[in-house]
């Protein structure tokens, strides 16, 4: 029988000068808006956990978000090409990924003209595109925020409840990586002053990103003999395979370079032999 064994490295996430403590990348969580005597204040809200502090707290966009941007011209002008890959954390609920929404708490009635607040995107650094859209009846996309047509207050906003906001939306991303998002919350106070925070950034790593070592899955030896895995890493970045017959000898097999994730790659093998596979960049 064929055997093999599988390493995976495993890398811990750093950005800048520390690293980022992610969050339970499935649970249920606020951007959370409230304004008082101390003015305003944005911070992330777990409904389990309580709040946590956005500059040492990162959201998780994991690998079960990638979708196909689909063929209707309100996505592709919204998301990109028709087929290609986009990261959503979508509007409804899954258990498998972070299930975010928008929220505003401890307002007093009436504090702001038409209980109306606006969350406005002040500006998108990442590897990618960045947008906020709901999904309506029908399926199609009412877009709140896209970086495609550049940042704008008057035209990259959600509108927000001020007592009772509890909203959620589609979060979507045009390729894996860092982004760093910042938002302000403005609102115009019963007595007619015009009032807007200050922008607080709020980090979100949508897998596989650079900082994250390539991994291995789903290996399996195939009809030819040859052995058969996915590669998960960024796209583009160059990954070494490396084989062993017993852990102690390695040997470069592969040079890879994934246009995908995940990128499937084949290697010859000796029926008969022991496989061990590892990952690693150059």
Not at 20 to 33: D, E, F, K, R, T
Not at 216 to 244: H, K, M, N, Y
């Amino acid at each position: 029988m064929f055997r093999h064994g599988l390493r995976t490295l495993v890398g811990r996430l750093c950005l800048g000068a520390g690293c980022l403590l992610p969050l339970v990348a499935s649970a249920h969580l606020h951007i959370q808006v409230t304004h008082g005597a101390g003015g305003w204040r944005l911070f992330l809200f777990d409904f389990e956990s309580g709040e946590a502090d956005p500059a040492v707290a990162s959201l998780q966009v994991r690998e079960a978000a990638r979708a196909a941007v689909p063929n209707a011209p309100a996505y592709t002008q919204l998301l990109g090409a028709a087929g290609g890959p986009v990261w959503v954390l979508p509007q409804l609920e899954n258990a498998n990924l972070l299930y975010l929404g928008l929220g505003s708490q401890g307002i007093a009635p009436g504090a702001f003209q038409n209980n109306a607040l606006r969350l406005v995107l002040k500006s998108v650094t990442g590897p990618g595109h960045f947008a906020i859209y709901t999904t309506d009846a029908f399926g199609n996309p009412q877009v709140r925020m896209n970086t495609r047509d550049g940042v704008s207050d008057t035209a990259d906003f959600y509108p927000l409840a001020a007592v009772g906001g509890h909203e959620h939306c589609n979060w979507a991303f045009s390729a894996p990586g860092v982004y760093r998002v910042a938002f302000a919350a403005e609102g115009t106070l019963a007595g007619g002053q015009f009032t807007q925070s200050a922008p607080v950034i709020f980090t979100f790593v949508v897998f596989p990103t650079l900082a994250e070592a390539p991994r291995l899955a789903a290996p399996q030896v195939e009809a030819d003999g040859r052995v058969a895995f996915d590669l998960i890493s960024a796209v583009g970045t160059s990954v070494e395979v490396w084989t062993s017959p017993d852990l102690k000898n390695w040997a470069k097999a592969k040079d890879a370079l994934p246009a995908t994730v995940p990128a499937r790659v084949k290697l010859d093998a000796v029926a008969g032999q022991q496989l061990f596979l590892k990952v690693r960049r150059p």
